[in-house]
């Protein structure tokens, strides 16, 4: 099957944009690409670096001191490659418990908020 000039172009056209918004999103979660060219880093790391950036950003309230002082210790160990080497999976999987009990929260106070917008009685129609 053949492809004209024009497909080509919207598919080159996509792949910017696709890199384009890579780039934003690793930006915005602070992970450089020479950190990425390091193939050490395992995935699980770069999982619980996503999680721990939104949750110290977006949802701080449903943090207790603990665990916000455990993310950004983190954070500060993953950025030194000689800390990083050494550290154990489990500390990535506790990042990642931490991310699970707050979504359960932002759950909760959802659907509570969905049960009190449903017992609201409808206004009177004038």
Same mark, same amino acid.
């Given at each position: 099957?053949?492809?004209?000039?024009?497909?080509?172009?919207?598919?080159?056209?996509?792949?910017?944009?696709?890199?384009?918004?890579? !780039?934003?999103?690793?930006?915005?979660?602070?992970?450089?690409? @020479?950190?990425?060219?390091?193939?050490?880093?395992?995935? !699980?790391? =770069?999982?619980?670096?996503?999680?721990?950036?939104?949750?110290?950003?977006?949802?701080?309230?449903?943090?207790?001191?603990?665990?916000?002082?455990?993310?950004?210790?983190?954070?500060?160990?993953?950025?030194?490659?000689?800390?990083?080497?050494?550290?154990?999976?489990?500390?990535?999987?506790?990042? =990642?418990?931490?991310?699970? @009990?707050?979504?359960?929260?932002?759950?909760?106070?959802?659907?509570?908020?969905?049960?009190? !917008?449903?017992?609201?009685?409808?206004?009177?129609?004038?």
């Amino acid at each position: 099957m053949r492809r004209n000039s024009n497909d080509l172009s919207k598919g080159r056209v996509r792949e910017a944009r696709f890199e384009q918004a890579t !780039e934003r999103w690793l930006n915005s979660v602070r992970i450089t690409p @020479k950190y990425l060219s390091d193939t050490s880093i395992p995935t !699980e790391f =770069l999982i619980a670096q996503r999680e721990a950036e939104a949750l110290l950003r977006n949802f701080t309230s449903y943090l207790t001191n603990k665990q916000s002082y455990q993310l950004v210790e983190f954070l500060k160990r993953l950025c030194v490659k000689k800390k990083r080497d050494v550290m154990p999976l489990s500390t990535a999987y506790a990042v =990642l418990n931490i991310a699970s @009990k707050v979504n359960r929260k932002l759950f909760a106070d959802y659907k509570k908020l969905q049960k009190l !917008e449903q017992d609201k009685p409808l206004a009177k129609k004038g």
